[in-house]
Nanobody, 129 residues
Framework: QVQLVESGGGLVQPGGSLRLSCASS????????IGWFRQAPGTEREGVSC????????YYADSVKDRFTISRDNAKNTVYLQMNSLKPEDTAVYYC??????????????????????WGKGTPVTVSS
C-alpha cells in the first residue's frame, strides 16, 4: 500500500493562499492518479481535485474551480494543491489519495466516487479571520 504524507495546512485569513503537498517515500507516485479530498466536521468527504499520472488530465469540484490548482512534479515525487482566494467554507481536513494508473480510472470518477487505494492522514486547513 502506498504511504502518503500531506503537509502545508494551517490557519489562513479569508482571501489568503496555501499550498498543500502530498508526498510518498518508497513509492513512485508517477504510476498513480492522485486526488485531493476534504472533510469538514459533520460532513461527508468531498473530492476537491484529481490529477492523472501524466498530469494532463485534471478535475476540479465546482466549489473550487478557478481558485485551486492541482499539479504534480514527478521528479520530486510530489503532488501539489495550490489554494487561492480561500473562503471560510474551505475549512476542513485535506487528504490525498492514490489510485494505480493501471486501473485507468478517470479523474472525475476518482474525485466524485471518492475512490482511492491508499490515503494519507490529512492536514488541517482553517480559514478564519
Amino acid at each position: 500500500q502506498v504511504q502518503l504524507v500531506e503537509s502545508g495546512g494551517g490557519l489562513v485569513q479569508p482571501g489568503g493562499s496555501l499550498r498543500l503537498s502530498c508526498a510518498s517515500s518508497g513509492f513512485d507516485l508517477s504510476y498513480y492518479t492522485i486526488g485531493w479530498f476534504r472533510q469538514a466536521p459533520g460532513t461527508e468527504r468531498e473530492g476537491v481535485s484529481c490529477i492523472d499520472d501524466t498530469g494532463r488530465s485534471t478535475y476540479y469540484a465546482d466549489s473550487v474551480k478557478d481558485r485551486f490548482t492541482i499539479s504534480r512534479d514527478n521528479a520530486k515525487n510530489t503532488v501539489y494543491l495550490q489554494m487561492n482566494s480561500l473562503k471560510p467554507e474551505d475549512t476542513a481536513v485535506y487528504y490525498c489519495a492514490a489510485k494505480g494508473a493501471w486501473w485507468s480510472t478517470p479523474v472525475q470518477t476518482m474525485c466524485v466516487a471518492r475512490v482511492g487505494d491508499s490515503w494519507g492522514k490529512g492536514t488541517p486547513v482553517t480559514v478564519s479571520s
